[in-house]
């Protein structure tokens, strides 16, 4: 049975790594909340209320989220979700991610995805209403286990061109792989983000262009290329992301004392 994740607290103080090298991670987590303090965002865990109000407070730069998050018409549970809300030193919300896990043993993203399952507590009045996911792309079906979603992605205007997207969806990633120990990760992108070379910046090793249309309330109607990758490749990527970085070895062994 997963624990629920935290709902609120500044990331170090969760850092626990269950799952995944203890090196790599506690290097990359540590170097991650550094390097988003850096930039004036200070990132805690947060609730999917919270997600929600700060996507309400904020429609002129930020369509309404995909409704898996939320709790009532998703069907999310606290065992099965975090949020990261980054403020600035004024408190204020300025950045968001969150991810949610999915475990489809016998089933798969593609299954899930269109029939509704994945979005909706109550798929059948999802239909009725006039939503739908249609994918097309043989590698749906290939995403099976334990899957995670990550979304709920967002920066305030003035935060954007800070490289935040290069460190926040990272920590997201793997604070759900050393949580979850997920088979998969996937994320959504809108032509026009993949077309601004957002998936290259958030690190997804493989991406299916404009393969997904999707009509969800209160989202709307978008169309959506699929990022999606494995642990070894998001292992990969968080070690290259450290040697960019040259974050040193010592890091790591704080992380690990700080696991003991």
């Not at 290097?27 to 930039?39: E, K, P, T, V």
């Not at 200070?42 to 730069?61: I, K, M, P, Q, W």
């Not at 979304?151 to 604070?175: E, Q």
Request: proline residues 6%; glycine residues 8%.
């Amino acid at each position: 049975m997963q624990e629920p994740l935290p709902r609120s607290g500044r990331l170090p103080a969760h850092l626990k790594i269950k799952y995944g090298p203890v090196g790599l991670l506690g290097r990359f987590f540590l170097w991650a909340d550094s390097a988003a303090r850096d930039r004036g965002v200070t990132l805690s865990f947060g609730s999917v209320e919270e997600l929600y109000e700060a996507n309400r407070g904020n429609s002129d730069s930020w369509r309404p989220l995909v409704p898996l998050f939320d709790e009532a018409l998703g069907g999310v549970t606290p065992e099965t979700v975090f949020v990261l809300i980054g403020r600035n030193k004024d408190g204020e919300v300025v950045a968001t991610q969150a991810a949610r896990l999915y475990v489809w043993p016998e089933t798969s993203f593609e299954d899930e995805a269109a029939s509704l399952r994945m979005f909706y507590a109550d798929p059948a009045a999802a239909f009725a209403r006039g939503n739908r996911c249609e994918i097309a792309t043989p590698v749906a079906r290939k995403i099976t286990g334990r899957v995670v979603f990550s979304g709920g992605v967002w920066y305030r205007p003035d935060f954007r061109g800070k490289d935040l997207a290069t460190i926040v969806p990272r920590i997201s990633r793997a604070y759900a792989l050393t949580s979850w120990n997920a088979d998969f990760t996937i994320g959504f992108m809108t032509d026009a983000v993949v077309a601004g070379g957002m998936a290259e910046r958030v690190g997804y090793t493989k991406l299916e262009q404009s393969c997904i249309e999707l009509v969800a309330a209160p989202l709307g109607e978008v169309r959506c290329g699929l990022g999606w990758m494995q642990p070894d490749e998001l292992l990969a990527d968080l070690a290259a992301t450290m040697d960019r970085v040259r974050v040193p070895v010592v890091a790591a062994r704080t992380a690990e004392d700080a696991n003991h």
